[in-house]
Nanobody
């Protein structure tokens, strides 16, 4: 059982930046592709970004390319999502997730473990 805990959400004005962190415990962190998803009110949960097991490859949703950066630290068992040039439409609950078998654009149905989520609100 892997426990994921996200931190770093909050309220930010459009154009600002936030850095989300995901702390993992209870498993071998380096065997998982790590990903971030988000879910806005009345919308389905959607893929945001993913990073390969050793951090050499990253994948992003088109809507965040060039603005968001995913990273990981396998010594600290942590994943991060740096979000720059935030837009109002980025408002959502952001979730950290693991995928033991997959890579690339992770599908929500293939996620092994989810964090509890952290709220990101972008205001005008």
């Amino acid at each position: 059982q892997v426990l994921l805990v996200e931190t770093g959400g909050g309220l930010m004005q459009a154009g600002g930046s936030l850095r989300l962190s995901c702390a993992a415990s209870g498993g071998t962190f380096s065997v998982y592709t790590m990903a971030w998803f988000r879910q806005a009110p009345a919308k389905e949960r959607e893929f945001v970004a993913a990073i390969s097991r050793r951090g050499g490859y990253t994948w992003y949703a088109d809507s965040v390319k060039g603005r968001f950066t995913i990273s990981r630290n396998n010594i600290e068992n942590a994943s991060y999502l740096q979000m720059d040039s935030l837009k109002i439409e980025n408002t959502a609950v952001y979730y950290c997730a693991t995928d033991r078998l997959g890579s690339g654009i992770i599908k929500a149905g293939n996620v092994d473990y989810w964090g509890q989520g952290t709220q990101v609100t972008v205001s005008s």
